[in-house]
């Protein structure tokens, strides 16, 4: 596109969805978790948007901003109201000005799996959305949880209605609700929750119509566990994510689950994990890096809820693993704001590391050593790195020891 003038380059990068997933250079916060609700939340990230963005952030996804029956945001009812648990509507969109300024793109989380309605309707359930905005009859919730809609196109999300989006109505709403978001309250990036709920082609749908610049989808269900433990190959566990991103036409990236689990697993002693049969990193990300979002953590797995914690002494060598190799790290607020400033400080200077070495979604990997004790590898020919206390150094060239901390270090050329 060299050809183009910068002010159309300029103009276009605002609607250009494919543009930051080529480029691949993102790192995401996830600035919240479960308990946030509590503690005045939009006023509290507003205090700290210049250290996210000094940090090199890049995006930072927000909890649900509608108005919603419990208080983390996830059974929404009002969508258009942005009076939240977190904050008012003004607090929120001052926020999100003050994330423009300093280049911090606001990640909103798009939950339209399901919506808890307001009145009862068809067999006396709460199935009708009477006296709020999108005030849907039984026809958008699906039949498999008590509408008189169709069946779901994806998996049930238990106890509340499920909205029926093979509806032209509702997905003409939802469509008008995340352009909403995006061109009017500030949103750019959307995270899409419970995104096995639904068929992925709607998810396609909806980026194609309101343009986030970046997308990414939660698909999670269980890695392949046998009597003793996690299954050293978890092949047909990253290919369900990845066949979930083809079917939004490749323009949504997804949470790497499979990384997750498996890095979890490796820290403990059992590093000969994160090197597959085809000498690739084992999860999404060894497969299609540009789209695999690897995270140690979230409000689901780890905060109060502790769903499926990351090992909590391992922390930095989760972290050390994500930052440094391919892929889009993402890192939890809990361990960046409120596991010290040693924590905090160790990842700025990771997440440094990989701007300055220009490591980034795309980047090649040579895993050297996947042994019990050790994993070391070459990322993007100007990075080195090592996990675990197995002893080990790269050997010739001219590397430097750019950063090491608890069971990790790095190199740089």
């Not at 029956?69 to 001052?94: R, V």
């Not at 498996?262 to 890096?289: F, H, N, S, T």
Request: glycine share 10%; net charge neutral.
């Amino acid at each position: 596109m060299g050809y183009y003038n910068n002010v159309f380059d300029e103009c276009n990068d605002q609607t250009d969805i494919g543009r930051v997933l080529r480029d691949g250079r993102e790192v995401i916060l996830q600035a919240y978790n479960w308990e946030s609700h509590k503690h005045d939340w939009w006023r509290n990230l507003d205090g700290k948007v210049p250290d996210i963005a000094k940090s090199g952030f890049t995006s930072a996804w927000l909890p649900p901003p509608s108005q919603s029956l419990a208080p983390e945001g996830y059974l929404p009812q009002d969508l258009y109201s942005l009076n939240s648990a977190y904050g008012s509507e003004n607090l929120l969109k001052s926020l999100l000005r003050k994330m423009k300024q300093y280049k911090v793109r606001a990640m909103a989380d798009i939950v339209i799996n399901h919506r808890v309605g307001t009145t009862r309707g068809h067999g006396g359930m709460y199935n009708r959305y009477d006296g709020i905005s999108l005030p849907w009859d039984e026809h958008a919730v699906t039949s498999c949880t008590g509408g008189l809609g169709n069946r779901s196109t994806g998996d049930n999300f238990n106890g509340v209605p499920n909205v029926d989006h093979t509806q032209h109505f509702v997905r003409k709403d939802i469509i008008g609700w995340l352009r909403w978001l995006r061109n009017t309250v500030g949103f750019q990036d959307f995270r899409f929750d419970f995104a096995r709920g639904y068929s992925a082609n709607y998810v396609k749908e909806y980026i194609g119509a309101a343009k986030p610049l970046f997308s990414v989808g939660e698909c999670w269900d269980s890695c392949n566990y046998n009597g003793h433990g996690l299954d050293y190959n978890q092949d047909s566990h990253r290919q369900r994510i990845i066949s979930w991103i083809d079917a939004t036409g490749q323009i949504s990236a997804a949470f790497d689950f499979t990384t997750k689990g498996i890095l979890q697993e490796a820290v403990k002693g059992q590093y000969w994990r994160l090197c597959d049969a085809q000498g690739k990193p084992p999860g999404v990300m060894g497969w299609w890096p540009s789209r695999a979002v690897t995270f140690l953590d979230n409000h689901d797995t780890g905060s109060t809820q502790a769903h499926w914690p990351f090992p909590s002494h391992h922390i930095m060598e989760g972290y050390a693993y994500i930052l440094t190799h391919p892929g889009i790290p993402c890192v939890f607020y809990d361990h960046f704001y409120d596991w010290g400033s040693s924590i905090h400080d160790q990842i700025v200077k990771l997440i440094d590391i990989r701007r300055r070495q220009d490591i980034h979604s795309r980047s090649t990997i040579r895993v050297l050593k996947a042994e019990s004790n050790l994993y070391a590898a070459i990322v993007g020919e100007k990075l080195c790195m090592k996990l675990g206390d197995g002893s080990w150094c790269p050997s010739g060239g001219d590397w430097t020891l750019a950063t090491s901390g608890h069971r990790y270090a790095v190199w740089h050329k």
